[in-house]
């Protein structure tokens, strides 16, 4: 300790105990005493051996900030630490930690700015970010080797954000007396180590991030923690067009290959077209009947950047007549406008998909996942805004595209995951990669100065009704939209236990597939365009075979050949068109052979 330094003044055990376990005033069912049990179950387990490093995974929306303040106010009242620093990943959530804090009588500064040196004599500690951290690492490890310091890591995944964040963390960090590590996604998609998480083998030798204490989100609904999750599913035909100017058509969610299923799910996040407009639509229309049973219901849409998300917030205006809340990023003032929305009852809030991990509204209880983001961490987070418990029965519904990465993850919403490390490659195998999505929304250009001669463009898009994913669960089948059918579903009540929502979801798809039983006949319904594509480049690809038995040209040399003459990309990108034009092509040469 230096000789200037004078500690801040003593907190008490009785802050511990004025702490709310529900911060802030959102008691729900679960609790026991002054904290839930789950909160009582893991300090129980710190203070077994009161370690160095301590890591507590519990889903989001469980109370992970009073466990940590709790464990806070222990340490400071027993003059084990004197100093606490708290590290989040957005300016936002700093105010709500100093907010939090101040609830239970410690003090901290979430004003404090690197240029600032030392910090304020009244104060316990301060609230600071991962970036400003990393911005001047030794400034923070001289504060944190000043005195006994516990240090909290919220959502401790943002420290493998980037290698020199890592770095950062690590050098700021290692003198510290204590260090608590929290997290609502104990996960990454790529192999960065996060640090002080311990990595332990398993049983095929992979590394795996080893919690100390695990509250998972299977758990947290049976305690009545947290809400039960709807996942509505909506399809829908997709046109656009390629750099190529090639247009393409497919049904979005349909076998197909990663790259046309990214420029699916591009198209139907369009803001010009009917899917978005549909979806939207009918997230409303879900608003208004929750809003019956929770009038300050609030709805979230997650866009992908700041440019859809403005084209959004427009479509809502003209669908509700009154403009939604709009955060972009951590934009000044981004935090009063989440803290009005937050104390309002207004309906609609905007953000992109950057700054969902910041958004903490109690009230939100229907959310769009419009964004092209398809890894596990950033859906966990993203579906954490909404799961939080304010009272028994109620429920979240979250509107999705009906593409298989997002439907994946929707039915493994309880799946507990670990980080692991000694990966081959950084993301899911199962999942498509964002890269994919992310390189469909930039423009691409030619090399060499040669611009493409077209650029994307999302043609057309149609939706219908598709699903209700519920706990692994599938309900319903495709209906039009606004449709008896669909309007079922979206009327379910914003109040149900969660046995209760097994039951209403059966009872609603045996309504459902009774009116489709009742109905005349109509025509057959045209062949799904997957299977006809599929269909398609089987029988081409049988052709192209024969073709090469009789000529003896590789099947390459032949393909080549059918693009050159007939036009168009690859077998995989190619449309029902363009491959019939190569079929009938090869039917003629062969029957002149």
Known sequence: MTASFRAAPHVGTFAAEHLSPSYPERAARGTAGRLRAWQAEALDRYFESEPRDFLAAATPGAGKTTFALRLATELL????????MVVAPTEHLKKQWADAAHRVGIRLDPAFSNSSGAIARAF????????QVAAKPYLHQTLTDQVRTLVILDEVHHGGDALS??????????????RLSLTGTPFRSD?????????????????????????????????????????????????????TGDEMEAVLGQDDTADVTSQAWRTALDPEGQWMRGVLEAADRRLTEVRHH???????????????ARAYAALLHQITGSPPTVVLSDEAGASDRIETFSRGDSRWLVAVRM???????????????????STPLFFAQAIGRFVRARRRGETASIFIPSVKPILRLANELERERDHALDREGAGDGELLDDSLVDDANREEKASDDLLAEYTFAALDSTVTFDKVVYEGAEFGQQAEVGSLEELDFLGLPGILEPDEVHELLRHRQARQARRVAERPPTAPAPEPLYRSLKEQRSLLNSLVGLRAKLTGQPHGHIHAELR???GGPAVG???????????DLLRRQMQSH
Not at 77 to 84: H, K, N
């Open 77 to 84: 009242a027993r003059r084990t630490v004197d100093r606490v």
């Open 124 to 131: 316990h500690g301060v609230a600071v970010t991962y970036a």
């Open 165 to 178: 964040w890592g770095e950062a963390i690590r050098d700021a960090y290692s003198g510290a007396t204590r």
């Open 191 to 243: 192999t960065a180590p996060i640090p002080f998480v311990r990595y332990e083998p398993n049983d095929e030798g992979i590394r795996m991030s080893a919690t100390d204490y695990t509250y998972g989100y299977g758990r947290a609904l049976r305690d009545g923690v947290v809400r039960p999750v709807l996942f509505m599913s909506y399809a829908g035909r997709m046109r656009w067009r390629t750099t």
């Open 294 to 308: 929770v009038p300050d219901a609030g709805g979230l849409v997650i866009a992908t950047d700041q440019t859809t």
């Open 355 to 373: 700054v969902s991990e910041g958004v903490d509204v109690p009230r939100l209880c229907v959310g769009v996942y419009a964004t092209s983001a």
């Open 564 to 566: 050159r003459v007939c």
């Open 573 to 583: 990108q190619a449309t029902v068109a363009q491959l019939q034009a190569r079929i």
